[in-house]
């Protein structure tokens, strides 16, 4: 498989974190830090927080995503927004299937697809989580899991519509642990997602799709993961928040 082919992605994922104020604060400071980044550089944000994030980044290299959204278009779905909606305010990006999502919020492998497919629908970029429990780890199961669980969210989406997917790999013993896994593990189960991709398409797009690591990515592990050969990037919660830990995962990415 050839890396090269391949541009990494960098996403910050803020979680339920920054004021609008703070927001505009956080993107002016990360700003000069990544602007000469070889790689795709992306945070993803509040939704309340996206008209400022946006107004931040403008002129810069930084895109705007979301962190989630709803599968209709629009109706009586108290507290949700649709990825029309976020389309429309400019959004880029949208996670879907964080593994917070699916443990606090009843997010299943199904609502997982239906809000892929809306979020291509709309035309955004779509980051996939995908990852394991510590339990279905030391059973052995991790890789069967994360097989099914990219095969189910990529359900009805065409190899064209691969080029807006992005799968990441966020095992959850990991996040927000400071547990990070091992280069070898990240790189084993990305590549067992690239497998996934050749089985449903083919070849030319398994080699094409960006494949991330997210979990306690840092400054200091951030090289050696995205070193790896089917690491293209990385999904970063805590790290995101500090703009030179942040920039430092960029660098790293830059230089593949
Ligand atoms: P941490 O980087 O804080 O472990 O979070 C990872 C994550 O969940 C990104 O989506």
Not at 46 to 61: L, M, S
Not at 120 to 133: M, Q
Not at 163 to 170: G, H, M, N, T, W
Request: glycine share 10%; aromatic share 6%.
């Amino acid at each position: 498989m050839n890396k090269a082919k391949r541009k990494a992605v960098i996403a910050g994922n803020w979680k339920m974190n920054k004021t609008p104020a703070e927001a505009k604060e956080l993107i002016t400071a990360i700003a000069p830090l990544v602007k000469d980044a070889g790689c795709e550089v992306v945070a993803c944000v509040p939704y309340v927080d996206i008209a400022a994030a946006q107004e931040a980044a403008k002129g810069t290299n930084i895109h705007i995503g979301a962190e989630n959204c709803h599968w209709e278009k629009s109706g009586a779905f108290t507290g949700e927004i649709s990825a029309e909606m976020l389309k429309a305010c400019g959004v880029e990006y949208v996670i879907t299937g964080h593994s917070e999502r699916r443990t606090y919020f009843g997010d299943t492998d199904v609502t997982v697809q239906k809000r892929t497919r809306a979020a291509l629908d709309a035309g955004l970029t779509v980051i996939v989580c995908v990852g394991e429990y510590l339990e279905q780890r030391e059973q052995g199961i991790t890789g069967e899991l994360v097989a099914l669980q990219t095969k189910i969210a990529l359900g009805g989406v065409t190899k064209e519509e691969l080029s807006r997917i992005i799968i990441a790999y966020e095992p959850v013993w990991a996040i927000g642990t400071g547990r990070t896994a091992t280069a070898a593990q990240a790189n084993e189960v990305c590549a067992i997602i690239r497998g996934v991709i050749a089985e449903l398409y083919d070849a030319d797009a398994a080699e094409a799709v960006t494949i991330q690591y997210g979990g306690s990515m840092n400054a200091g592990n951030a090289a050696e993961l995205v070193a790896q050969p089917d690491v293209d990037g990385g999904l970063i919660g805590g790290a995101s928040l500090k703009p030179a830990d942040f920039a430092a995962i960029v660098e790293a990415a830059t230089k593949g």
